[in-house]
């Protein structure tokens, strides 16, 4: 089973913003994360980006941190945009994820890309629609189900 970690829990009042790290929040099943923006039905409930594609923004150059490029959770040990859809992630003891979407089509320039110039969620972010719910915090592990375990 593939492990990693949480590194962030972010939310925004607004849709198409940074968001802030809370450090943990409650995530609600066929909700998302409560008090963000992007709550609501539909397959894009939570979002989310790996440490280790943000640092490729770094790399380039760019003054990026967690929560920059609007995901919710911020992964790190994790390959997201590897990950099939329909591939399921378990964080913490009870919140289960079901990937529903690698990447996404950026309609119009939104604040994140008019921050840093680029933005990576389109080719390496990745969306799930919650399973699960419960909570979740800083520092919780973010393991890839295989099919005997899902839920």
């Not at 929040?25 to 066929?30: C, E, F, I």
């Not at 150059?61 to 995901?71: I, P, T």
């Not at 919650?130 to 295989?146: C, I, K, Y």
Request: with cysteine; glycine share 12%; proline share 3%.
């Amino acid at each position: 089973m593939k492990k990693g970690r949480l590194l962030a829990v972010n939310i925004s009042k607004a849709k198409g913003t940074q968001k802030k790290n809370v450090g943990r929040a409650r995530v609600l099943k066929g909700f998302g994360i409560e008090r963000d923006a992007h709550g609501g039905p539909g397959h894009r409930q939570v979002s989310l980006l790996a440490q280790e594609s943000i640092q490729k923004m770094r790399d380039l150059g760019l003054d990026v941190s967690w929560g920059d490029f609007a995901e919710n959770l911020t992964t790190e040990g994790l390959d997201l945009a590897r990950l099939p859809v329909g591939a399921r992630l378990r964080i913490g003891r009870s919140v289960v994820l079901e990937v529903t979407q690698i990447g996404k089509k950026c309609h119009a320039r939104c604040a994140v890309y008019d921050r840093t110039g680029t933005c990576i969620m389109p080719t390496e972010g990745i969306f799930a629609r919650v399973v699960s719910g419960g909570p979740v915090r800083v520092g919780h592990a973010v393991q890839v189900l295989d099919r005997k375990d899902r839920i």
